[in-house]
């Protein structure tokens, strides 16, 4: 991971470029970068490039996300007393429903294909295993889930033509789930694990001692460019993962494998769409490794995610040749 660190520090001075300022702070990194690229979607737009973007998953799995928006599975709007995020639930016997707050952005249209993707792990693990294996772990959650996202930025990066301030709306968007999914989580996976360190040498594991932790992450992981102001070192005290024990490595995981499932899908066809429909029908009946090595992904070696960080180098070049083309034009 920490070779591909790099291409991190890339992506920050690319930001710094295209916002134009003298000193790049932490919270810039979470601001947007097209400015007067509004695209607005309605749902019904939103269900269509849903379906768009799966199609290369077959007729089959085209036909129940259609039957899913058809007989309203979705709770689409946000409304008063509703609580925000997104999630997708159900049980055994019931429809995999989801929970949404669609508001148009290209973001909440991502979000629909997300919760849709574990919705049809869901629909198809239930159909398929006995209730005690039905359930499937969080290792290879987020890979159902995440394979829809990639499978649908593709899909718009596919359209001809496009001018290069809405591609690099698009690219930024891949950008921003790379850098929120693989390096941020692996950034606090290494906290974590650096704080279970200390205990186990047995020093004091105060505030002090973490924010301490935290801040160094922060420079290794956002490099030079970047500057770090005092506040930063007390996030990791509002990140409420770390109360669950070692899950967010599994969103890097996850995201990694996905990649390479939704590369391998839109590149190989019908022979990876078969593995990748096996593996959804497998839900909790096999050990997570084993099920996505079936799927086409081993995770024992670092080859998935060393794969994974190099297309976010690519991704980022061909934003840096849209910002280049933008100055240009200027
Ligand atoms: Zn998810």
């Known amino acids: 991971m920490r070779k591909h660190l790099p291409d991190m520090y890339r992506y920050v001075a690319l930001r710094k470029r295209i916002l134009g ?13 097209t400015k007067g690229v509004s695209a607005h979607y309605t749902y019904d737009q939103a269900k269509q490039m849903v379906l768009d973007a799966v199609a290369p998953l077959g007729e089959e799995y085209g036909t129940i996300v259609r039957k899913g928006f058809a007989e309203r599975w979705i709770d689409v709007f946000p409304n008063k007393g509703k609580s925000g995020g997104a999630y997708s639930g159900g049980s055994y016997d019931s429809n995999p429903y989801i929970m949404c707050n669609f508001t148009g952005t290209l973001d909440s249209v991502s979000t629909i294909a997300h919760e849709m993707g574990h919705s049809m792990h869901s629909w198809f693990s239930r159909h398929t295993q006995p209730a005690q294996y039905a359930d499937y772990t969080l290792f290879v959650a ?35 789930n790379f850098k929120g999914t693989v390096y941020r989580q692996t950034m606090f996976a290494e906290f974590e694990r650096d704080a279970h360190a200390v205990a186990e040498r047995g020093e004091a594991l105060n505030p002090a001692a973490l924010n301490n932790l935290y801040k160094k992450l922060i420079v290794d992981y956002f490099g030079p460019e970047l500057v770090v102001d005092d506040e930063v070192q007390y996030e990791w005290a509002r990140i409420p993962h770390f109360y669950r024990p070692f899950y967010v490595y599994k969103y890097a995981t996850g995201y990694s494998t996905a990649v390479a499932l939704s590369e391998g899908i839109l590149k190989n066809g019908e022979p990876a769409v078969k593995k990748y429909l096996e593996f959804l029908h ?13 799927a086409g992904v081993d995770l024992t070696t670092p080859a998935p995610v060393d794969a994974a960080l190099d297309k976010f180098g690519r991704i980022l070049d061909e934003a840096e040749a849209c910002v280049a083309q933008l100055e240009a034009a200027k």
């Open 142 to 176: 987020e890979v159902a889930s995440t394979v829809n996202e990639n499978l649908l930025i593709e899909h718009l990066l596919a359209e001809k033509n496009q001018d290069p301030a809405t591609r690099l709306a698009l690219l930024n968007q891949y950008l921003e």
């Open 21 to 33: 300022v003298d000193e790049l702070h932490y919270y810039d990194v979470y601001a947007p970068l």
């Open 282 to 294: 497998m839900g909790g009946s096999a050990y997570p490794l084993d099920e996505l090595r079936h």
